[in-house]
């Protein structure tokens, strides 16, 4: 692989977690427990699309074919999604949602954090700004964490759940593959596998003060990165992407 | 109306102060802290503007506001975005919270990771509540004030 395309991978993975992860929270939207809540749901959602956007931009101008934000994101089909498998997972109970959101922005607050030092930097800017954001996340996320764990005998249970259905996904946030390696040699990005020890440790914490148990490392289940997703994918690009194939080109 | 780009700076800064913010008209762009630079040499000029959130939706209205109200003082102008350095609420002049404040929203306290008592914009009371980390928009979280029991908007930090 040339750099070129090693670089639209990378940016199509950090491009896809941002947008997979953003539609399925816009799907709280009308469905919230609360409306405070909803609204959080809503503006992490909102973020999420920005951050893709600017990425998915800057993918298809990497791509030089003419493919911009709004193609990526609506014209490609599951198995050229590169997302990892924790964004793409049912919103599920409020409490899985908050699982699912603390165990990715664990991972990616320290990713964003090696990437806002990258030799890219057009990539540093954006991990810059998104950095900001995903810390204001991270501070409510982790509150919540705590309610739920450390609230009644039923969120309780329902969180530790969630946190054990799901740890089966977290494997794959570090894993270096070819293009991973090619980043940290180019001074891209961060090698994944360094950033486990201090993921550990902050989810861990979290965990034990939410009276939660950390589950252990099993068998972890991965391939998103190369199309192989869960059958949930295709569900929620259906429901995303449906407008753009019926009408193509549609606009506001 | 023939638009040219022969403006000096001051007239361009002039004319992007008044254009308000479209989610809180009483602020104007430059009272925002978002117009991070303005560059002309007589035969260009370009605004450098800063979003807020990167998916605040406000930031396209913001660009199409800038290129039609130069537009209509006759002025040929491009928006470009800027990501570096990234706006945080200290960008927000002096003047920027005064009108906040005055408009009912409290103006950002503090940093990002500080838990602060917000003073309430209408009865300057600091017994408040937080209600949501989250608002009517990205930049707003919902607060109420104990005393005077109305419920306010703050402007938080980033």
């Known amino acids: 692989m040339t750099d070129k395309t090693h670089l639209f991978e990378y940016l199509l993975r950090l491009g896809d977690n941002a947008l997979v992860l953003g539609q399925r929270l816009g799907e709280w939207v009308a469905h919230g427990p609360e409306l405070e809540e909803e609204m959080a749901m809503a503006n992490f959602a909102l973020d999420y699309i920005g951050q893709a956007r600017l990425f998915l931009s800057y993918a298809g101008e990497v791509e030089g ?188 | 109306m023939v638009l040219t780009a022969k403006a000096d700076k001051d007239t361009v800064w002039r004319l992007l102060s008044e254009v308000p913010d479209p989610e809180i008209p009483v602020l104007s762009i430059v009272d925002l802290g978002i117009v991070r630079w303005v560059r002309t040499d007589h035969t260009r000029i370009a605004v450098g503007i800063a979003p807020t959130y990167t998916g605040c939706p406000a930031t396209e209205v913001i660009a199409a506001n800038v290129l039609k109200h130069l537009g209509q003082n006759g002025l040929d102008a491009t928006v470009e975005r800027v990501l570096s350095p990234p706006w945080t609420t200290d960008w927000i002049s002096d003047e920027g919270r005064k009108k906040l404040h005055a408009y009912g929203i409290a103006p950002p306290a503090g940093s990002t990771n500080d838990e602060l008592r917000v003073a309430c914009p209408r009865c300057d009371s600091k017994q408040t509540e937080k209600v949501s980390e989250f608002g009517s928009t990205p930049c707003k979280a919902s607060y109420k004030c104990s005393d005077c029991l109305e419920p306010f908007e703050y402007f938080k930090c980033l």
């Open chain 1, 65 to 252: 074919q003419r493919r911009d934000e709004d193609q990526l994101a609506f014209l490609r089909d599951s198995i050229d999604f590169k997302n990892v498998l924790l964004v793409e997972q049912p919103n599920g109970d409020f409490g899985q949602t908050i699982a699912r959101q603390f165990l990715y922005e664990s991972f990616y607050q320290f990713q964003l954090e090696g990437l806002s030092r990258s030799t890219d930097t057009r990539i540093a800017e954006i991990a810059e700004r998104v950095s900001k954001e995903i810390r204001y996340h991270l501070r409510h996320t982790r509150k919540w964490v705590l309610r739920l764990g450390d609230g009644t005998d039923e969120s309780h249970k329902r969180i530790q759940n969630s946190f054990d259905e799901l740890w089966r996904f977290s494997g794959e946030l570090f894993v270096a593959d070819e293009t991973d390696n090619w980043a940290v040699e180019h001074g891209i990005g961060p090698n994944p596998e360094t950033l486990s020890s201090r993921w550990n440790q902050f989810v861990g914490a979290a965990l034990t003060e939410a009276t939660l148990i950390q589950p252990d490392d099993g068998w972890m289940d991965g391939g998103g990165r190369y199309g192989r997703h869960s059958e949930h994918l295709g569900y929620l690009l259906a429901d995303m992407q449906f407008l753009q194939r019926a009408y193509p080109a549609a606009s506001w």
